[in-house]
């Protein structure tokens, strides 16, 4: 799909600049207008024409705060981002403004504004809508049935660790397919609208959830993993039925699994389409399940939508969580995030963790749980059990070392223990 971008700044040079910056990077066509009222009429009648805008801040008639209300208002859907003059606390403050709305910001930039900054908003484009993606070729309806027939679901699974201490805390269960004797497994954008699209979605989670509960019901048997909990994918169509809160609440009494334990993601789309989903929501937080939004950031929640649903866990996407070492948005985002979390009692997810100096900053906050391939990859059950051996033994000689120099300066000890944990992220 080509990505189209109209920039909107009152300067003719900058609207100019900022044109040669965008055409060096995966942008088909961008265009400009001066007045953020020529911008509102563009929009209006070619919203889907336009996956970008750029917005300034300072222009007159329409400033740029104005003209983001006015686009959420008439339901832009596209990424938004904001690059100004403007001194950063009123940058900031615009970007709360989209964030608390249901527009999809991007970046917020501070001019002069560089080709690496744009780039980074245009990848962030790309991670948050996977219609801009090509996808790779489905499977045939027949491979499909052929695997659900001659058990060939595998559960995969990623740990989710906690930022300061370092302890794995929470898995998350992915689902793989394995297709006749071949070696490599397909992941779900190979069948998963497959299987939708065909009612095979619930035969599918029923034999992911057959396997996947069983083997985490031995890896709880090390009293490290005592308390971790494990987290599902339902589609937004599961959401809707009337009966998956009692089939999981079977699940967990079969496996003597205590359902506090059990988290269900959502994207927080299909947590607010349809009265059903939230309904549904009510009734697996009744029934004591965990209820995450998943992939936050990417859709039209906003911050204040978020305190009125029954949820336990928030996960910030990936979009936001690379290079959140660099990026003030991110950084904002992640704080105001983490702000909502504690008032509610819910948890937060990173997910995407895979640069050592974005772990590095996200270290430094509490009641945060980090996820990613910096720490570690998805694996099968019996990879899965090895790396844990390999993360306790590793865990267990930081804390014997970290005793041993206590009487160092704080900042040689955080060196070396930094050192130490990232040869347990490799594994």
């Known amino acids: 799909m080509s990505i189209n971008v109209l920039v909107i700044d009152d300067s003719l040079a900058y609207c100019r600049v900022l044109s040669e910056h965008l055409m060096q ?35 007159p008639n329409i ?28 940058i900031e403050a615009a ?21 690496k900054q744009l780039k980074l908003c245009i990848e962030r484009l790309f991670m948050m809508d996977p219609q801009l993606v090509k996808k790779p070729a489905p499977i045939s309806l027949d491979e499909l049935r052929e695997a659900l027939n001659n058990d060939r679901v595998i559960p995969y699974f990623q740990p989710q660790m906690d930022a300061v201490t370092g302890n794995v805390v929470g898995f998350e269960v992915l689902c793989r397919i394995q297709l006749g004797n071949q070696l490599q497994l397909l992941s779900p954008e190979r069948f998963l609208e497959l299987a939708e699209s065909n009612q095979l979605i619930d035969e599918l989670t029923d034999n992911l959830l057959e396997k996947a509960m069983s083997q985490w019901k031995i890896i709880c048997q090390d009293d490290a993993y005592l308390d971790s909990s494990l ?51 009510s009734r697996l937080r009744l029934n004591d399940f965990g209820v995450a939004i998943d992939d936050f950031g990417t859709g039209y929640t906003n911050l204040t939508q978020l305190c009125c649903l029954p949820i336990s866990e928030l996960k910030l996407d990936m979009s936001f969580v690379r290079g959140i070492h660099h ?20 948890k937060l997810v990173a997910e995407g963790v895979e640069d050592l100096r974005d772990l590095n900053y ?24 090895r790396w844990l051996k390999a993360h306790k033994k590793v865990g267990q000689t930081n804390t014997e ?24 992220y490799t594994i």
Not at 327 to 343: G, V
Not at 413 to 421: C, D, K, L, T
């Open 25 to 59: 990077l995966n942008v088909n066509r961008v265009e400009y207008c001066t007045d953020g009222a020529s911008a509102v009429k563009i929009l209006t009648r070619y919203a889907q024409d336009y996956q970008v805008v750029v917005v300034d801040l300072h222009m």
């Open 327 to 346: 990026d003030p948005l991110a950084q904002t985002i992640l704080q105001s995030l983490q702000d909502i979390s504690r008032k509610l009692g819910i």
């Open 362 to 385: 996200l270290e430094k906050f509490e009641n945060l749980r980090l996820q990613g391939y910096l720490i570690c990859r998805p694996k099968p059950f019996s990879e899965l059990i």
């Open 63 to 90: 400033d740029g705060i104005e003209l983001l209300m006015q686009l959420n208002d008439i339901g832009y859907r596209g990424g938004v981002i904001i690059a100004s003059a403007m001194e950063s606390r009123i």
């Open 95 to 115: 970007s709360q403004v989209v964030i608390n709305s249901k527009l999809r910001l991007l970046g917020a930039l501070t001019k002069p504004v560089t080709t």
């Open 401 to 424: 070392a970290a005793i041993e120099t206590s009487s160092e300066p704080n900042n040689v000890i955080s060196a070396e223990f930094s050192q130490e944990r990232l040869s347990n």
């Open 231 to 281: 987290s599902i994918n339902l589609s937004p169509s599961q959401l809707t039925e009337m009966s998956w809160p009692n089939r999981l609440r079977k699940y967990c009494d079969d496996n003597q699994i205590d359902a506090a334990k059990l988290t269900i993601e959502i994207t927080e789309n299909q947590a607010l389409s349809e009265q059903s989903q939230y309904s549904n929501i």
